[in-house]
């Protein structure tokens, strides 16, 4: 699935869109998963926010857009799409990425 994910980077004040190949097909996986995957195995440096306790559509920390509709990452299944673009949550301070204030 490509997964293409507004980054910002704060420090250089810069704006980009970055895309990543993510193979969906083996399991269920929600956004987060979706993130964590990139995170842990394709780029270290992405910046998303994930509320180690909660992780179950509680606190919404997770909200980001979802192809342009506010979603909970934590519990947002990415079955239904062909692919994902993924924005920080909308009316919110970027501080990187997809982590917002
Ligand atoms: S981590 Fe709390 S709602 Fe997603």
């Known amino acids: 699935m490509k997964v293409k994910i507004s980054r910002f980077n704060p420090e250089e004040q810069r704006a980009w869109v970055q895309e990543y190949e993510v193979d969906t097909s083996a399991c269920s996986m929600t956004v987060m998963d979706v993130l964590e995957y990139i995170g842990n195995y394709l780029d270290h440096s992405l910046a998303y926010y ?28 990415v079955d239904g799409y062909e692919s994902l673009e993924l924005e920080p949550a909308s009316n919110r301070k970027v501080v990187r990425d997809l982590v917002v204030l």
């Open 50 to 77: 994930k509320h180690s306790v909660c992780n179950h559509g509680i606190c919404g920390r997770c909200s980001v857009r979802v192809n342009g509709k506010t979603k909970l990452a934590c519990i947002e299944r």
